[in-house]
């Protein structure tokens, strides 16, 4: 049982979220605008069914007055003929109409007070009806107002489910684009640094041969120095690196060579 209660309570507290988030107050408004409209509809159906009753009542007992009068007469012509049978017996059903005409004045009374008592309530709640339809609209108004200032204040704050969309998209758009402008800077240190070979036949084929033909020419220059050493039997003037053939150049007498270097002291 403790489980069944726990059970229904939680079914009835998921149930009042839903409602609550798919419920419209203008809609709700509306709806008991109506049922108002029914009962005071009501109201008037009943005051009506009373009020036919009441004068179908007024109708009798104006039929059974003319009967009862004309029930007198009858009895005084009976009596001008000396026929007192036939007066007692029409004076016995004037008698009986009398006392019908009582019963029926009693449920009069009972109707007619009826009828005034609903002829009071259909008014007060004609009252109240009117005066719920104004202030249904008026807050229905106050809150199709509300409803659209939130609207507005979502979208410029960018916290409304359409605004979020687009924003999301925008922010991944500037995320990939921010990446691969990063991603090219990279690769492009990189291979400014060697680091990785340009496998698309762009790189600087210039400077490559220019490198070349540099180390061609020490190399060359070195062979002449040692060949004129070789002639002569003395040593060759020290040939710096880099300098072009035939230069006539000399090291200055004393100073050391560069530990990089091959060059003899």
Not at 94 to 120: F, N, P, W, Y
Not at 137 to 147: G, I, L, Q, S
Request: glycine share 6%; net charge negative.
């Amino acid at each position: 049982m403790a489980f069944l209660s726990r059970f229904n309570q939680v079914v009835q507290a998921k149930a009042n979220k839903v409602l609550n988030r798919i419920e419209d107050p203008r809609e709700t408004l509306d709806l008991s605008y109506e049922k108002q409209l029914e009962q005071l509809q009501q109201v008037r159906r009943g005051l009506a069914d009373i009020a036919t009753a009441r004068k179908r009542i007024e109708l009798q007992a104006t039929q059974l007055k003319a009967s009862a009068e004309k029930l007198k007469d009858q009895a005084a012509a009976a009596l001008g003929q000396n026929n007192e049978d036939l007066a007692r017996e029409a004076l016995s059903r004037r008698s009986a109409i009398a006392t019908q005409l009582e019963g029926m004045k009693t449920q009069h009374d009972q109707l007619v007070e009826q009828e005034a008592h609903l002829v009071s309530t259909s008014q007060a709640l004609q009252s109240r009806v009117e005066s719920f339809r104004t202030q249904k609209e008026t807050m229905k108004a106050a809150y199709t107002a509300a409803e659209a200032q939130t609207k507005i204040g979502e979208a410029v704050s960018g916290i409304s489910k359409s605004m979020g969309d687009t924003g999301l998209a925008m922010q991944r758009a500037q995320d990939k684009i921010g990446e691969m402008q990063a991603r090219g800077q990279a690769m492009d240190e990189l291979l400014e640094s060697g680091a990785l070979t340009d496998l698309s036949g762009n790189s600087d084929n210039i400077q490559a041969q220019l490198d070349a033909a540099s180390q061609t020419n020490s190399v060359e220059t070195e062979l002449a120095a040692l060949k004129a050493q070789v002639a002569t039997g003395t040593p060759a003037p020290a040939i710096a690196a880099g300098e072009s053939t035939g230069s006539t150049e000399t090291v200055t007498e004393g100073v050391e060579a560069s530990p990089f270097s091959l060059d003899d002291k």
